[in-house]
């Protein structure tokens, strides 16, 4: 009953969308990109997607400087 | 050297185009190396002038200062390479419109600052240009790590990143970081132009 999120273990949470996820794992910067288990999820879906147990999550975020 | 390969390598290049947005020191740095191959054409684009405080990591030069970025990195092209194509855009890239200027681009190197600049602009070009590579860069502020550098790949994206990297805002940017990271996108460019090295 976990989940990975950038390679950390996380708690599993029954019917917890994406939106939730990232609320939950204070993922407030720009996002760019959220995978699960490889696929790209679309950003308008954050809010209906749910997670799945044993899912590998991947957001990809961007850090200031250039 | 391998002259065949080189031969083939100068001519593909040369048929070319590379869009940069942000001429800082990611773009700058990276605009330099893809003219030194030859890439035929380069697309610049950036709205700021030449500060002092920019002379520590951006390939620009003291009696520039005040000068035009865009003009003052063509002017620093053409010394090197004058028989390449450059076009330049003195514009700030604002949501809705930011593709406009990369629409003849082969493929686009993100070299913007700010983390919501540089998110913006990724978004904008993924959905406007989905077919066209975009290679981005985050994390770049900091000095050493520079194994903790990787290229991540989704689709068309190329991000070159360093996860653990902190904000700009921060930490401190430093010439061999920002150099090493903006040849990293122009090494990517070169694969994406031509095809993996084997």
Known sequence: MSIEVNGRKVDWVKDETIQHLLKRMKYTFPLVVVKIDEKVVPRDNFSEIIVPDGSKISVIHMISGG | ?198
């Open chain 2, 1 to 198: 050297m391998n002259i065949e390969k080189a031969e083939k390598i100068r001519k593909k290049l040369k048929e070319s185009c590379v869009g940069v947005a942000g001429v800082g020191g990611l773009g700058s740095n990276a605009a330099i190396s893809l003219a030194r191959v030859g890439v035929g054409r380069l697309i610049l684009v950036d709205f700021d002038s030449v500060e002092e405080s920019n002379l520590d990591r951006q390939y620009y030069f003291r009696d520039q200062i005040g000068k035009v970025k865009v003009e003052a990195l063509k002017e620093n092209i053409k010394k090197i390479n004058p028989w390449l194509k450059i076009d330049i855009f003195n514009q700030k890239l604002t949501v809705g419109s930011m593709d406009e200027p990369f629409h003849e681009a082969d493929v686009i190197i993100e070299a913007l600052d700010s983390a919501i600049a540089k998110t913006s602009f990724i978004e904008e070009i993924m959905q406007k240009l989905p077919d066209k590579p975009l290679v981005a860069c985050s994390g770049v502020a900091g000095y050493g790590k520079s194994d903790r550098i990787e290229t991540k790949h989704i689709g068309n994206l190329y991000i070159c990143q360093d996860e653990q990297a902190r904000s700009s805002d921060d930490d401190v940017l430093m010439a061999p970081r920002v150099a090493l990271m903006a040849n990293w996108e122009a090494n990517i460019v070169l694969e994406l132009l031509l095809g993996e090295d084997k």
